[in-house]
């Protein structure tokens, strides 16, 4: 009996309860999927539809029978194998189907391996093997209650490869062999499940569920902890950016970055009234300095869910915006997915199911400042009903960046078994969220009439690119090892398909202006984020203040000054400079943006990524490229003065501080003092720009 179906685009095998099915997906590309005892599921979690294409399939005649094998050997070796070779474009999957006798059951089990490999015919990709008598299953279905299962999924381990990716987890790891990742969001942490192998391989996990990665040398493991199917896809390549740009095609490229997002956002916790923010502006527009983007942040509502301004503080946000426009700038507000049980949204979207369930306990998922629950953004009720207010009380205004904060969400207490929103239970789905939440607002943006979108969110999952989602690095502390952390968050934010990146410049938590050694910290990361993406700087800084309404009611605090002239003299020169710098790489930023948004691929990207043929640049972690002619060197210790700065092999380099060329393949000492960062240019791009 052939166990294989063949269709159009694919094969399906069946065998023992479970349905697989290996599907062309996309150029060079796969996407695998599996069920029991049920239909294979369409869902479209971030992959989007591919174009028709007609793989090449072959398939090998069984072996030989298990019948005849039982009578010729004895029922403990009946065995028949049968293969199918499905070949789309430079991608190959092998399906190895067995039929077995097992003695210690007295019957035949059906198993089926996966084998990928590339147009070299290398294996990029391989299920663990059942390992004889260790009876091992590479897809391990474990049922829950209804119709989920606990999956876990295993394959073969290279452990010479290298792994980058799968988001950003608040650690200094660059290479990813080696680690377990949670698959959860939380405050700083995005888990976004495409990872990027050195040996010629991208795989997403599409699965929005909670679960974990393990990347061992002994095998490679993921798990979800409740869901309906094994769902997978996987392309080749021979370097990253062909992967990223296949990945790019099959979740969404990134939109047009508009010109502000080019320039220098300006933002603190928090400016708490309206005069207090226009006059920031205004202090820039008298020093002529440069500002694209200034924010309203948290708590300039009533309540959460509110999403308005509250008339005592914001009296007139019609001549705010108006003002701000016509000096040239643009104003973000803070727009939290909280709804307070004070707010007046409350009662409705509750009784319309519009807001997320708690399975057990009171309904209060965080009581920061007001008890509250969260917006329901899997739910395309919601998103319309909540993009209707917030169009009404902002985009009317003339606003058009909204500051997308709390996307994991952050739960007060991470139980994720303990939600359901609209599309599933809060374990099978939940990891979505964030996507879901830059979506309502992308949609009801362009349906406006907005052309070209951007807002800022705390985290991301595969897909949020194509919604607009600018990912900042969540609530990070003004320290040495933060910094260095985000350097390495922002690499592996871009390979795991995610190009618009940001950091809290001088971090969130902490920082006094008085001190000289938070200053320093301030100066080195601001000299790292005008090479980011997008330059923002933000910060909760120390001493806080305290604010009161007319009535005496206190209101959130807000932290000290954190404007470039907030920090003495000699800081206020060397940020002024890169805000300078930042202008002069409007052109070559604009340019980076539109090839990104054409054929995918991060903005700041690893060395290997421009020079995969360059072994040492697999293991630089401390350095980035800004881009393919800018190499990005920030200073990361407190204290240093000069550092050491590879350049990668295959192009020739001019630092930017002094002129001097330098060829590549080898590494250079640099001189840094604290007004500079190492910058080098690539060959002869850029020249009119020096530090």
């Given at each position: 009996m052939n166990p294989f179906q063949i269709v159009d685009d694919g094969v399906i095998w069946t065998g023992d309860g479970e349905t697989l099915f290996v599907q062309a997906w996309g150029r060079d590309?796969?996407?695998?999927?599996?069920?029991?005892?049920?239909?294979?599921?369409?869902?479209?979690?971030?992959?989007?539809?591919?174009?028709?294409?007609?793989?090449?399939?072959?398939?090998?005649?069984?072996?030989?029978?298990?019948?005849?094998?039982?009578?010729?050997?004895?029922?403990?070796?009946?065995?028949?194998?049968?293969?199918?070779?499905?070949?789309?474009?430079?991608?190959?999957?092998?399906?190895?189907?067995?039929?077995?006798?097992?003695?210690?059951?007295?019957?035949?089990?059906?198993?089926?391996r996966l084998i990928v490999t590339n147009d070299h015919g290398d294996i990029v990709l391989a299920e663990q093997e059942v390992g004889g008598s260790l009876e091992r299953r590479a897809r391990h279905f474990t049922p829950l209650s209804g119709d989920s299962f606990a999956l876990t999924v295993t394959f073969e381990s290279d452990p010479e490869e290298k792994l980058f990716g799968m988001g950003q987890y608040q650690q200094e790891n660059f290479d990813l062999k080696g680690a377990s990742l949670e698959l959860a969001h939380r405050n700083s942490q995005a888990s976004?499940?495409?990872?990027?192998?050195?040996?010629?391989?991208?795989?997403?996990?599409?699965?929005?569920?909670?679960?974990?990665?393990?990347?061992?040398?002994?095998?490679?493991?993921?798990?979800?902890?409740?869901?309906?199917?094994?769902?997978?896809?996987?392309?080749?390549?021979?370097?990253?950016?062909?992967?990223?740009?296949?990945?790019?095609?099959?979740?969404?490229?990134?939109?047009?970055?508009?010109?502000?997002?080019?320039?220098?956002?300006?933002?603190?916790?928090?400016?708490w009234n309206q005069e207090q923010l226009l006059e920031v502006a205004r202090e820039h527009h008298r020093r002529g300095l440069p500002l694209d983007v200034i924010v309203a942040d948290f708590f300039h509502w009533p309540h959460m869910g509110d999403f308005r301004f509250d008339s005592e503080f914001w009296p007139d946000p019609q001549a705010m915006v108006d003002e701000l426009h016509s000096m040239g700038t643009e104003l973000m507000v803070s727009v939290w997915p909280q709804i307070s049980h004070k707010s007046e949204n409350f009662e409705e979207l509750k009784g319309r199911n519009l807001t997320v369930r708690t399975e057990r306990g009171m309904d209060v998922q965080m009581a920061f400042q007001e008890p509250c629950v969260f917006a329901d953004w899997t739910n395309p009720e919601a998103r319309r009903f909540l993009w209707d207010i917030v169009k009404r009380n902002y985009f009317d205004l003339g606003i058009k960046i909204f500051w997308l904060d709390e996307a994991e969400p952050e739960y007060a207490v991470y139980d994720y078994d303990n939600y359901r929103y609209h599309q599933g239970s809060n374990l099978e789905v939940?990891?979505?969220?964030?996507?879901?939440?830059?979506?309502?607002?992308?949609?009801?943006?362009?349906?406006?009439?907005?052309?070209?979108?951007?807002?800022?969110?705390?985290?991301?999952?595969?897909?949020?690119?194509?919604?607009?989602?600018?990912?900042?690095?969540?609530?990070?502390?003004?320290?040495w090892t933060d910094l260095r952390r985000q350097l390495v968050a922002g690499l592996h934010m871009g390979m795991a398909g995610i190009p618009w990146f940001t950091t809290d410049i001088g971090g969130f938590y902490g920082g006094d202006g008085s001190d000289p050694a938070f200053r320093e910290l301030l100066v080195r990361w601001f000299e790292f984020g005008a090479f980011c993406p997008v330059m923002r700087m933000h910060g909760f800084r120390e001493p806080y203040e305290d604010v009161a309404g007319g009535d005496g009611t206190g209101k959130c605090r807000s932290g000290a000054s954190n404007e470039i002239w907030s920090f003495g003299s000699e800081v206020e020169e060397?940020?002024?400079?890169?805000?300078?710098?930042?202008?002069?790489?409007?052109?070559?930023?604009?340019g980076t943006m539109d090839d990104v948004r054409d054929h995918g691929g991060p903005v700041m990207r690893p060395l290997f990524y421009g020079f995969p043929g360059d072994h040492d640049a697999w293991d630089t972690s401390d350095e980035f490229l800004l881009g393919s002619d800018l190499l990005v060197a920030p200073i990361l210790e407190p204290g240093a003065r000069r550092r050491r700065v590879y350049l990668p092999a295959g192009a020739s380099w001019r630092n930017l501080a002094d002129g001097m060329r330098y060829e590549g393949g080898t590494s250079v000492e640099v001189d840094a003092p604290l007004e500079i960062i190492p910058v080098f240019a690539r060959g002869d791009a850029l020249e009119s720009i020096t530090l």
């Open positions: 590309s796969l996407r695998v999927r599996s069920v029991m005892m049920g239909q294979i599921e369409e869902s479209d979690f971030s992959l989007l539809p591919p174009e028709a294409t007609s793989p090449v399939i072959t398939v090998d005649d069984a072996a030989s029978s298990a019948h005849d094998a039982t009578e010729k050997s004895g029922a403990a070796e009946g065995q028949t194998h049968a293969t199918a070779h499905m070949t789309n474009g430079r991608i190959t999957a092998t399906l190895e189907a067995t039929t077995e006798f097992i003695e210690a059951m007295a019957y035949f089990v059906h198993r089926c976004v499940p495409f990872v990027v192998s050195s040996a010629g391989y991208g795989f997403l996990w599409h699965n929005p569920a909670i679960g974990e990665a393990t990347f061992a040398l002994n095998k490679t493991e993921w798990r979800a902890r409740s869901t309906q199917q094994m769902d997978w896809w996987v392309t080749v390549g021979d370097s990253p950016a062909e992967i990223l740009s296949a990945y790019a095609d099959a979740t969404g490229h990134t939109p047009t970055m508009p010109d502000y997002g080019l320039g220098y956002w300006q933002c603190k916790l928090r400016y939940g990891n979505i969220y964030p996507q879901a939440y830059a979506r309502a607002f992308f949609e009801g943006q362009r349906e406006a009439g907005q052309k070209d979108v951007v807002n800022l969110l705390r985290c991301a999952w595969s897909g949020s690119q194509r919604f607009g989602a600018l990912v900042w690095s969540g609530d990070i502390h003004s320290t060397i940020l002024t400079r890169y805000v300078t710098v930042r202008e002069s790489l409007r052109p070559y930023l604009r």
